[in-house]
């Protein structure tokens, strides 16, 4: 699994790639529990791990979460201290290189945190390297959010591995309702988005199931820089 980013970019580079290497193998779902919504300091740094790829906040942060999804989130972060990348940064890298790989890193490790799998680590790679990484200044370009949500769209259409999904669905719903609120141009882009939000939110997954109802009704957090 180890190799340079440029190398591996060269046998992933579109949906149709991740989805070759994603054939044929079989895996699981999570079983669901209640979730809800609490206080938006706790909930939208916890959505903000999963959904720009930061460590998750340390425990004494998120005491108000209930119950139940603070359970799922001390199960996220016993992954996440687990979790070693199987990414190596390329050498000499830009400033800019070096921050594409650092956030490469960050969704490889949501994926494997989300998913207690065995072979999560494998498939957090493979995605991590082919998906579209954001920018940090989406107020001047609201279409860096909609390539992303494209991209992901394009492996739902005929994705093998349907555990996948609800993250995807998370995702791409929440990069779209960003770019509408920059935006503003699409009125029906933000009913589009919250559609696929409800998608990830009746999936099972009771931590992507929580920062979706909270992405739905609080519309937060909408950048990578925050």
């Known amino acids: 699994m180890r190799a340079g980013i440029k190398a591996r970019r060269g046998a992933l580079t579109s949906a ?4 070759v290497a994603l054939a044929g193998v079989g ?28 460590t998750m906040p340390p425990a004494e942060l998120t005491t108000d979460l209930p119950a139940a999804i603070q359970s799922r989130v001390a199960d996220y972060r016993k992954r996440e201290a687990a979790f070693r990348s199987t990414l190596t940064a390329p050498p000499g890298a830009t400033p800019d290189e070096q921050r594409s790989f650092e956030q490469r890193v960050g969704i490889e ?26 920018s940090d200044d989406w107020e001047r370009s609201p279409e860096q959010p909609r390539q992303e949500a494209n991209f ?14 609800p993250y995807l669905n998370l995702v791409a719903g929440h990069r779209r309702l960003c770019a509408s609120q920059i935006d503003g141009t699409d009125g029906q882009d933000a009913a589009r988005a919250k559609g ?19 992405v739905i009704t609080a519309a937060r957090p909408c950048s990578p820089s925050i």
């Open 27 to 54: 895996l699981l779902a999570s079983p669901a529990v209640g979730s809800g919504v609490s206080d938006p300091t706790s909930m939208e740094a916890v959505a903000s791990a999963v959904l720009f790829g930061r």
């Open 196 to 214: 696929q939000l409800g998608v990830a939110a009746k999936a099972g997954h009771p931590l992507i199931r929580a920062i979706a109802e909270y």
């Open 109 to 134: 490790r949501v994926v494997f945190s989300l998913f207690d799998r065995r072979d999560s680590a494998r498939f957090a790679a493979l995605y991590a390297l082919d998906v579209d990484v954001a």
């Open 152 to 165: 992901i769209n394009r492996l739902l259409g005929d994705l093998p591995q349907p555990w996948l999904a």
């Open 16 to 19: 149709a790639g991740f989805l």
